[in-house]
């Protein structure tokens, strides 16, 4: 017969969580936050080559630390998305229109016969009520099905990631 005793289970169980707790530091949240957006990252890049033009939003996909929502050694946010610059420069500032799809305005060149000036902004502005996909420019997503793919596959990195980050510290005591 095999007796085990509640108490002694009991304070081995909070000796080995508070070993995992001291061997968890900001290095190593770091790292398990990393290996799981980087799954994110590889998928949204992939995804977002099938509808490849010039390669800008593929080459602007990044992983973002969010350093204020981080805390040091017990929370680290991770952020997947692309980075958005202005009009003109090398980043890829239209990638929502891909993503989410939009409607298509033609170049403002009605000229009103009262003022004399083109006719102002509100075509854009009904275009931006009517986003999300329309006949004339449908959505490419490649952010959110690379995040309803990977779930699962993220967790494992992290999981294995976390796990030898732990035989490591261990180790090194």
């Known amino acids: 017969m095999i007796r085990i005793e509640g ?9 080995t969580v508070q070993g995992i707790r001291d061997s ?17 990252r590889d998928e949204a890049k992939q995804n977002a080559q ?25 929370k680290q946010v991770y952020l997947v998305t692309v980075r958005k610059g202005d009009y003109g420069g090398g980043d890829a500032y239209y990638w929502r229109f891909v993503e989410y799809g939009h409607k298509f305005v033609p170049r403002n060149t ?10 102002g ?20 997503p490649f952010m959110r099905p690379a995040y ?17 980050q732990l035989a490591r510290n261990s180790r090194d005591r």
């Not at 009605?110 to 006719?119: L, S, V, Y």
């Not at 902004?121 to 449908?138: D, F, I, M, Q, V």
């Not at 793919?149 to 967790?155: D, E, F, I, L, Y």
């Open 121 to 140: 902004w509100a075509a854009h502005r009904r275009a931006a009520e009517l986003e999300y996909g329309t006949a004339s420019a449908p959505a490419y």
């Open 50 to 74: 099938a509808h490849v033009q010039t390669g800008t939003i593929y080459r602007n996909i990044i992983i973002k630390r969010l350093e204020g929502e981080s805390d040091g050694g017990s």
């Open 110 to 119: 009605r000229i009103n016969a009262r003022t004399g000036r083109k006719t």
């Open 148 to 164: 309803e793919s990977k779930k699962r596959h993220a967790t494992d990195a992290m999981t294995r990631t976390l796990a030898e």
């Open 7 to 15: 108490t002694d289970l009991a304070e081995i169980v909070a000796s």
């Open 24 to 40: 968890v530091d900001e290095s190593t949240l770091r790292k398990v936050g990393v290996a799981g957006a980087a799954v994110f």
